[in-house]
C-alpha cells in the first residue's frame, strides 16, 4: 500500500508516499523537484491542520508526506504530471496508482488530489441552477469550508475526513488513550511507558473493528478504477459531462480529448449546447484538434454567457497557437466564478495559470488578494498585453 497508518502508544502517523513522474516537457530536474517540494509541504500543512496535528478519537493524528521522482515504484502512488492548467485526477484510496496531475496545481489542489488518495471522494458538482457549481458539504459562514468541495479560500481537512481516513485505512486508537487523555497526562506518562505492550494486547481484537469498517471499503473498492469510455459514441460521451458528476464528467472529458479528428463535427455542434457543461468540454477537447474551421468556431465562444466556457476556449486557442484569447483571460482575472472540471477551482485562479502558461511571465496574481491588489495585478498584466502587439505567440 502506498498510504499506511501506524501507530504508537496515542500517536497515530499517516503515511502518504506518492512518486511523481515529470512529462510536463517544459520543467527541467531542478525546477520539478521544486515543485514537488512545494506540493509535499502544502499538503502536509492542509492535512496537518493549523494546529500541526489532527484529532481521531482520544489519539493524535500526523499526517506525513513523502515524495519521490520517477515511475513505478513499489508502495508508492504513482502521479503523472503534464503541462497544465488542466484537469487533474487521483485513484480513490491507500492502493491507488493512477494519479494525472498538472504542472500549474496549486498546494490546494494537490492537497484535494491527497484526500482522494486517502479514500476521500468528491464533495461537489455541477447540478445547480443551469449547470452551476455546488458545494454538497457547505460549512456555517465564517468555518472553513471542506478541501473536498473547493480548493480556494479557507479550504481545510475536516474532522469528518480524519475519522473516514482513520476507518478506511483499518486504524485504531486503544481505548486507553482516552483515560490518559481525561487523567493529568504528565502524571500518567511514566505509567503509560510501563504498561504499554499489555493495554496493546487488551485492544479492541482486529477482527471486529475490521468488521465495523468493511461496509465502507466495499464502496471504496467499487469507485478505486475509473469508468472505460472507450466504446461510448461521442454523444454518450457529452451526456456524461451533461451529468455533473466530478467523476463522470472527467472521465468523459479525457476520453474526447483523445477521440481525435473523427470527434470534430459533434464537437463543433456541441459549442452551441444550451449545457454550460457540454460547452466547457467541447471547446476544450477541440483545442486538441486543429483547423481554421475550429479555430472561428472556438472565438465565438470567447463571449459565452458561462466564464469556465470564455477561459477554456481561449485556452484551447492559445493551445492552436492563437492568441484571441488573451484579453477574455485577463477579464477573466476580475471576477470568481467556479471553473467546471477536477477539482473545483476559480476561473480566475484557471486563467491566470492559463495566461503564464502561453506568456511564460509570472506576474503575482492572487484570487484572495484584496480588491486593489488583485486589480494591480490585473493592470500588470494588461500592460503587458498592450505590449506584446499582433505578432505574438503562445507559448
Ligand atoms: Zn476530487
Partial sequence: MATTVSRVGCRITVTVRIEFRNNTGRLNAAQFQQLVNGWEQSIEALWNGSTGSQRYRCCTVTFNVVTKIGQGTNGYHQVNVVAGPQTSVAGLGPGSTNGRWDDQDTGAVAAHE????????????????????????????????????QTWGNAAAL???????????????PWYCCIFRWIDWLVLRRVLRIFRPLFDRLSLPRRLSNRLTSEREGTIADRRDRPSMKHHSIDSLLDEVRSGDPDRLTAAYDELLDRGDDAVPSLREALDDESPLVRWAAAGALGGVGSDEVTQSLQERLDDPNASVRVVAAQSLARLGDSAGVPALIRALEQDDVMI???????????????????GERFGFDSSAPAYERARAVERWEEWWDEQGEEFTPR
Fill in 114 to 149: 491527497t484526500g482522494h488518495l486517502l479514500c476521500l471522494p468528491d464533495e461537489y458538482d455541477y447540478n445547480g441552477p443551469g449547470g452551476a457549481y455546488r458545494n454538497l458539504n457547505p460549512q456555517p459562514a465564517g468555518q472553513p469550508q471542506s478541501i473536498m468541495a
Fill in 159 to 173: 474532522q469528518e475526513h480524519i475519522d473516514a481516513v482513520m476507518e478506511c485505512t483499518d486504524a485504531t486508537c
Fill in 341 to 359: 472540471g477536477h477539482p473545483p477551482e476559480l476561473t480566475s485562479d484557471y486563467a491566470v495559470q492559463v495566461l503564464r502558461s502561453v506568456s
